[in-house]
């Protein structure tokens, strides 16, 4: 009977012999560094950055490291995470787990950059637990002493001030999280977010299983504000032209931009529910809208076990409803304003449905699938 492998004898120790530069796509990428794993503990992998291109994440630099480097599952959640709060012009804060969002929040009022943080955290702190953190602005001591409260895997953010590496830098103190790693990464503006941006040097790149790759444009946005969100509109034989009726709050507008921010890095199908500037639960990778949305209902009730309550809340779907349920599971949950793309052939009867529950739907310009 072969014996149990130890965690030291799974690890890989080989980097896999990568070189030093590879050719993509008409591109040539350097290598930035071989990486602890990849995906998995017994998986090579090497982290490549384009050559004469400034990187955001691939030229980050470690100001405070764990153990040992960064995996690959540390960057695709660094980047996953950045690549959220790189739509807010408001302190921002994305936490990240297996390649999805547990939560995200953006700062209302007169809130701190550790409210933010504790927002996004809490919208699911179990799922938290072993995450990569991203912020969009300069992190301060404060927030450095809340993030050491419990197990990160990694912080990352354009500036940190002198007092927050000291936070995090108190292995005595904050023995939980003594291997944190806290990464200094570059201009997150420079990262392509709406449709027009320049994309040259951003494409995608897929890999399948038998090692051909599909090269794409990356996944913009031509949502800027809520302005471009129109009231839902469809049109049947039985019904003729129908209209949704109701209009959403401001403030449920601005929370319904966030969560089309938020669910552009969910895996499809996926849904967003947002209230204040932070999501109170994510569904993710179903394999039908309904179900993206009755997970998500069920997270928050698992989660607030009747603390909170969902009404005002909103909600965006990254893709159209093919049947009036999506939008009566969220009403009953009390959720009152919904985006989604057009495209479904019951537009006319979602929409009427809406208006009979009096929710006010909005349809959004795009569809945005994630296939990560």
Not at 201 to 206: A, F, S
Not at 281 to 299: C, F, H, L, N, P
Request: some cysteine.
């Amino acid at each position: 009977m072969s014996k149990e492998l130890s965690r030291s004898s799974y690890l890989s120790k080989n980097t896999g012999n990568y070189p030093e530069k590879i050719g993509v796509a008409g591109r040539i990428y350097v290598k930035a560094e071989d990486l602890r794993y990849g995906t998995n503990p017994h998986q090579t992998a090497a982290l490549y950055r384009q050559e004469g291109k400034s990187s955001p994440i691939g030229g980050m630099k470690v100001l405070k490291t764990g153990k040992s480097g960064l995996s690959q599952t540390n960057l695709e959640d660094i980047s996953y995470a950045l690549n959220i709060v790189k739509f807010f012009k408001k302190p921002a804060c994305a936490v990240m787990k297996h390649v999805n969002p547990s939560g995200a929040a953006v700062q209302t009022g007169d809130e701190t950059l550790k409210d933010v943080y504790v927002k996004a955290r809490d919208c699911d702190s179990r799922a938290a637990f072993g995450s990569a953190i991203a912020f969009n602005r300069k992190v301060d001591a404060e927030t450095a002493a809340e993030i050491m409260g419990s197990f990160v895997e990694c912080v990352v953010a354009p500036a940190f001030t002198h007092d927050a590496l000291k936070v995090f830098n108190d292995g005595e103190k904050f023995k939980l999280n003594k291997h944190i790693r806290i990464l200094l990464c570059g201009d997150i503006s420079s990262i392509p977010a709406f449709t027009g941006d320049s994309t040259e040097g951003y494409e995608t790149m897929k890999v399948l299983a038998d090692g051909s790759i599909v090269v794409a444009q990356p996944l913009l946005t031509n949502v800027r504000g809520p302005e471009d969100f129109k009231p839902a509109q469809g049109e049947s034989k039985t019904l003729g032209v129908v209209s949704s009726q109701f209009k959403a709050t401001d403030a449920q507008l601005d929370d319904l931009v966030a969560a089309w921010y938020v669910n552009i890095n969910v895996r499809s199908n996926g849904v967003v529910i947002m209230k204040n500037g932070q999501t109170l639960s994510v569904g993710t990778g179903e394999q039908d809208r309904v179900g993206a949305i009755e997970q998500a209902i069920a997270k928050f009730h698992a989660k607030y076990a009747g603390r909170e309550k969902l009404g005002g809340a909103v909600m965006a779907s990254d893709g159209f409803f093919p049947f009036p349920d999506g939008v009566e599971v969220a009403a009953k949950a009390g959720i009152t304003a919904i985006v989604s793309p057009p495209g479904s052939i019951k537009d006319a009867e979602v929409i009427a449905r809406a208006n009979e529950l009096k929710v006010a739907l909005y349809h959004a310009p795009e569809r945005i699938f994630s296939h990560h």
